[in-house]
């Protein structure tokens, strides 16, 4: 599928509406009735009037006395007047009927009453405390109009006003079929080339969160005329098919073959980043879609292909999510050929509130996890400049979003530890971390897009560590170094140690094969270092371009084969179940803006930093001292 034969996105949704119009698919589905209490957010197929009133009677609005304002206007503070409780003057509480005769209530906080008299020292004003028969609704009124996504105050509304029932839109039934012979369901113990399906479950969760019902399939079998009627029947039973992988024209991908046996193609390819290989077309008078299979881009083609059209289905214009402005402290370039979706962070920072962009990848689920909401570069635009504000569709509550503390930096496992240890102690506060390096750490505070970053970066000229970076980066940002661990770094090494390596020198052996971290991380900076001291050449060290972004990732490529040594701290090698040769201590130290350090923001986790169970727990891990 190459980019030049794309399709702009708005045209290409226009193009498959018209086709659907034609063959009669994109009217409202058919409607019917449910019991109101089960109709949280199904779409009204048509107005619901009142069959009663709200209240239907006069209603006591308060506890206390009825009584018949015209009997008290007499009552004077001098004169007060007597109405015997039982005959004049009557006890109701809240919700009673308005006794026959009376027009008013003294709340029983205001009344006087002596030896079974209502003494009263002022006229009572009619109407007083009674909520009058059709206050709130009148029967024949307008309640809830068609069309309207049911909320939990209007279920009350409808059962207020008389219905148990309430017509609504039938719920679109959506099948999620996956194509790939190497899909197998979640496990820990999958082999090589093995991949775990979820794709099917993350958008059958999408689609119910859209008032759909999602059927998900296995995955399709290989041959061609077993796929076609598996389809087929999914066609038959549902009113959306969608395929999960096999549209961008490689050599084993079948959608297209699936699509066009069935029905007709209207469009392929889309220009739509990440998502473009995308096919819509209908068969049996169904939609049915290809998306990507990688899980990023399949959630974003899924959300601007499938979900306006089960809002039309609802008879609902495409609703956008919850936006807030942001700036963008570095420039986001685009291909001006794409409608490009960018996943972001937001934090609330000394610069206000700054969005950061995520890895770009289509298969990074975690950028999803982490992302606080997306941003939407239009097609036709190259880039966002550096320092714009931008719309940020939010994919988080806004309200979380001021209590969320963002780390970038190096990475380390001791923050994970606090990350969860924080969010048990302080529900409402959360850290997310990305693992990005220590000098693009302290470039990120220096751009405002952080609270604070691990570093452990040594300067060669000097020797010490963290202090010349920290000054050359951010030099205009009065910052808190707090010393935060001491750790030992060292090789990462199978089981057995079974090529014999024992130090830096052994890298450049012909037979060892290297996993390096990426260039400005801190690990790389030291071993870069320790190389040139030891006057070994990078250029000999084979696998030395390799680039891992964390200590578990460089520990990963050595326990699967793929590497047989990496630089990395001991934690990392536990958790994976490697031997592990110490070379050096170091220091990892955490560097925060002064208004963030002085902030209430940071301040739970400042304390849970110092407290005795977040050390003890580093401890334990392994190759670390708290200082």
Known sequence: MRFSDLHPLDQALTRWRAALAEIGALQPLPAETIPTAQALGRVTAAAVWARLSVPHYHAVAMDGYAVRSQQTQSATPLSPLRLRVGQAAFYVNTGDPLPPGCDAVIPQEDAQVHAQDLLLTHPVPAWQHIRLLGEDIVATELVIPAHHRLRPQDLGAILGSGHHGVRVFRRPRIALL???????????????????????????????????????????????????????????????????AGAAGGARDRAASIIAHLGHIVVQGVALRPGHAVILGHALGKPIAAIPGFPVSAITAFEQIVHPLLEAWHGQSYARPPHIRAMVAQSIPSDPQMDEFVRVTVAHTYRGKVARPLPRGAGAIMSMVRADGVVHIPRGQAEIPASSQVEVALLRPHQALPQTILHIGSHDLALDILADQLRRAHPTRYLNSLHVGSEEGLRALARGEAHFAGVHLLDPDTGEYNRPAVKRHLAHVPVVILPFLIRVQGLLVAAGNPKNIQSLADLVRPDVCFVNRQAGSGTRVLLDYHLQRLGLDPAQIQGYQREEHSHLAVAAAVAHGAADVGLGILAAARALDLDFIPLFREPYDLVMPRAHYESDLLAPLLDLIHSDHFRHTVIALGGYEPE
């Open 178 to 244: 996956p194509l790939g012979q190497r899909l197998v369901p979640a496990s820990p113990h999958v082999g090589p080339g093995q991949i775990i399906e979820f794709n099917s479950t993350v958008l059958a969760a999408m689609a119910e969160t859209w008032g759909a019902q999602a059927i998900t399939y296995p995955p399709l079998a290989p041959e061609l005329d077993i796929t076609l009627e598996q389809v087929r029947v999914a066609l038959e039973d549902h009113d959306l098919v969608v395929l999960n």
